[in-house]
């Protein structure tokens, strides 16, 4: 029985490494003031780009790296036109996510069958060792503990340096910045790019590492779940990693439960996720002025430097 949850707090910090990359892309464009709804449809491109590298290199760094070139390069392509052209921000989001849903299941079809190499097991030396805490906590992909020093690290860049600085700034009040001669555009759409390629990580690490296949739509939801964490998450980076391992840990709850023998029906579980979503943001929405006293103040609205 403890085993079995040594392997949920397992599962539940795989699953929340992916909800926390992407939800701390996200941060940072709204940080930015920019809100990209396309974060779905960036993991799912990201999911084939990713996979495909590792079929044809054999390499998962590979991988990785065509994941966040894809995160990347929908991301340039959303901030040019919400940035430059000033398209709504939300519609545009809205075509990112809708077209990366269609062009990864139209370029993934010859890849659904496809395998990639045996993935090797990682531990951390004598950590490792230890009776269920070592399976709990120190058998993960590098990737995990890195996406924690991130969180850390942004925690320091956006309250402890200059540059965090002038980002929330131009988040807060863009027109403030430019008057003080900060390229507005050009550092909103550093930080799109930014978020593109954090949404590029998480959508390969999926079907990398979490699943190491490729099936259609596989991402499931989880760029949603991702957009609406940085709210519930009050846009603060520790509460996001906080949120994304609870998240995470409810969407494995279904699998322990099952495991169990727990006689739930598997449609009520696989929901949890989502109902959890639905649930955390009716609550926050219940105070208002707690959203708006954390929120950028200029997040959505576009930027006119001539105005």
Request: proline share 5%; glycine share 12%; charged share 10%.
């Amino acid at each position: 029985m403890m085993e079995s949850y040594a392997l949920l707090i397992a599962a539940t910090l795989n699953a929340g490494t992916v909800l926390a990359l992407a939800s701390l892309g996200m941060l940072i464009n709204e940080k930015a003031g920019i809100v990209n709804l396309g974060a779905e449809g960036m993991m799912l491109c990201a999911a084939i780009a990713g996979f495909a590298g590792v079929v044809h290199s054999g390499h998962d760094m590979i991988g990785f790296a065509a994941g966040i070139g894809a995160g990347a390069l929908l991301a340039l392509i959303f901030g040019a036109l919400v940035i430059w052209l000033n398209t709504n921000q939300y519609a545009t989001g809205l075509a990112v996510s809708l077209f990366g849903a269609g062009f990864s299941a139209f370029v993934g079809i010859s890849y659904v069958q496809e395998k990639i190499p045996e993935r090797p097991s990682f531990a951390i030396p004598y950590l490792s060792d230890i009776p269920l805490l070592g399976l709990a906590l120190f058998k993960h992909h590098p990737l995990v503990y890195l996406t924690v020093l991130f969180a850390l690290g942004l925690i320091w860049f956006l309250y402890r340096t200059r540059a965090g600085l002038v980002l929330r700034s131009v988040g807060e009040n863009p027109e403030s910045a430019h008057a003080l001669g900060y390229p507005v555009r050009l550092i909103r759409l550093l930080a799109v790019v930014a978020g593109g390629a954090l949404c590029g990580l998480a959508g390969a690490y999926i079907s990398i590492v979490y699943t190491p296949l490729w099936v259609e739509g596989m991402v499931a939801g989880k760029g949603w779940i991702a957009l609406a964490l940085t709210t519930f998450a009050t846009w603060r980076p520790a509460r996001v990693l906080l949120g994304a391992y609870l998240f995470g840990g409810v969407t494995m709850l279904q699998f322990h439960l099952q495991g169990v023998g727990v006689e739930v029906p598997s449609q009520f579980l696989s929901m949890l996720p989502y109902v959890s979503t639905i649930v955390v943001l009716a609550l926050i929405s219940r105070n208002p002025q707690w959203i708006r006293i954390n929120m950028p103040a200029s997040i959505g609205k576009p930027f006119y430097p001539g105005g």
